[in-house]
Structures are given as structure tokens and as C-alpha cells.
């Protein structure tokens, strides 16, 4: 059974995947080793990832980043496998691993996954609690977005949806840093046994003119 999902990426190159090995280390990948893209699951988690990522906390901070975001349709032939707090168990990891900042054991967990063939995982989002990031083991190439994809294996249709915007106002209230001396809130809420939802933060025309 296919699978097709519409996700999010904030890419300062002219293409937001890769074919080569990653240079870098993230997650679910070591350095050097074969390529993995990671994929936000709602249109704000890209910028929650770079303001996470470049450790911009506060207002001031979070408005003067400016990085291009991409939409990107995504078609698997086979469902993402989920790893959810509930489900981490399962593949060797502990509920607190997905969103913690030592990323030794997801490493661990995705050479496992790729040794069995794995090409996809959904698991929660470290930078934006209660939404979800979709990864991708393998190459991928870019496409235009309102094609088909030849390969839906390699290809995937890609658009840049803007060049010079910045982080949505109050959006950077929601984001989980590292080092921030508090527990994830959806994992605190997990083990709390109660649901937690992203909450967007309002638009106002005030915000917008900030």
C-alpha cells in the first residue's frame, strides 16, 4: 500500500534533498553515512527546526532569520513506519530518546532499520512538540512539483514557497532548545498519560506587519 504526504523543509540550497552522503551528522544518520532527509510533517516545523538548530531563542532573535522554505509531495510505495513514545520501545529505544539531545541511540536505531530495509520513519519532532517529522533513507532527487514523478522512489516534486520570509510571529515560544533544562512537553505529557497538540500561535495583522 502507497503513501502520499505533503512535508516541509527549510534548505538554503537551490535543492532541499540529496543523493550524496551526508557530510554531517543528525539524528538518524552518522556522519559519511548514506543520505537521509528529514522532512517536517507541518508547514511551521521548519522554521522551529533552524531556529532550534541555530539555538535563536526570543523574539529579536527569531526575526532576523531569513531562510528559504520548500513544500515537497512525497510518494512511498510502502507507508512510513512509525516510532512513536508509545512504539520506541520496539526498535531499541527509549521514549526519550527520539527527542533528546544525545542522538547516539537513533543512530544506533536507524542502522538497524536501514539493515532491514526500512526507507521511511515518522517519529515526533525534537524543535516543535506534538507534530511530527517524516525521514527519508536514500537518495532523493528533486522534481517539479506539479509532476509526476518518474521514480516516486528517487524523485520527489518540490516548490520553493518563499525565498525571504522569516519565523511566524510567536512561533518561537512553542520551540523546544537544547540544553534547555526542561523535559520535552509532548513526552512530559506522555508519560503524564495525556494527549498533547501543537497549538499554532494566532495571526494577527498587527503580527504581520512586525
Same mark, same amino acid.
Given at each position: 500500500m502507497s503513501a502520499e504526504l505533503v512535508a516541509f523543509r527549510a534548505s538554503a540550497y537551490e535543492r532541499p534533498?540529496?543523493?550524496?552522503?551526508?557530510r554531517v551528522a543528525g539524528r538518524w544518520n552518522a556522519a559519511g553515512d548514506p543520505p537521509v532527509q528529514y522532512?517536517?510533517?507541518?508547514?511551521?516545523?521548519?522554521?522551529? &527546526? %533552524? $531556529?532550534?538548530?541555530? *539555538?535563536? +531563542?526570543?523574539?529579536? /532573535?527569531?526575526r532576523s532569520v531569513r531562510v528559504p522554505t520548500w513544500a515537497l509531495r512525497v510518494t512511498l510505495t510502502e507507508p512510513p513506519?512509525?516510532?512513536?513514545?508509545?512504539?520506541?520501545p520496539q526498535a531499541g529505544l527509549r521514549p526519550e530518546d527520539l527527542v533528546a539531545d544525545d542522538h547516539r541511540p537513533c543512530r544506533e536505531a536507524a542502522?538497524?532499520?536501514?539493515?532491514?530495509?526500512?526507507g521511511a520513519i515518522v517519529t515526533p519532532s525534537a524543535a516543535l512538540p506534538g507534530t &511530527? %517529522? $517524516?525521514?527519508?533513507? *536514500?537518495? +532523493?532527487?528533486?522534481? /517539479?512539483?506539479?509532476?509526476?514523478?518518474?521514480?516516486?522512489?528517487?524523485?520527489?516534486?518540490?516548490?520553493?514557497l518563499q525565498q525571504d520570509g522569516r519565523?511566524?510571529?510567536?512561533?518561537?515560544?512553542?520551540?523546544?532548545h537544547r540544553g534547555g533544562g526542561r523535559r520535552h512537553p509532548a513526552l512530559r505529557a506522555f508519560r503524564s498519560g495525556?494527549?498533547?497538540r501543537f497549538t499554532q500561535p494566532p495571526v494577527t495583522a498587527a503580527g504581520l506587519r512586525t
Open positions: 534533498l540529496w543523493a550524496l552522503p551526508n522532512l517536517a510533517l507541518h508547514p511551521m516545523g521548519p522554521w522551529a &527546526e %533552524v $531556529l532550534r538548530h541555530l *539555538g535563536r +531563542r526570543g523574539a529579536e /532573535a527569531a513506519q512509525p516510532i512513536t513514545f508509545a512504539s520506541a542502522a538497524r532499520l536501514r539493515a532491514e530495509g526500512v &511530527e %517529522v $517524516l525521514v527519508l533513507f *536514500g537518495a +532523493r532527487v528533486v522534481a /517539479a512539483y506539479d509532476r509526476a514523478p518518474i521514480d516516486p522512489g528517487l524523485d520527489i516534486p518540490a516548490a520553493l519565523c511566524p510571529e510567536g512561533l518561537w515560544e512553542a520551540v523546544h495525556v494527549p498533547y
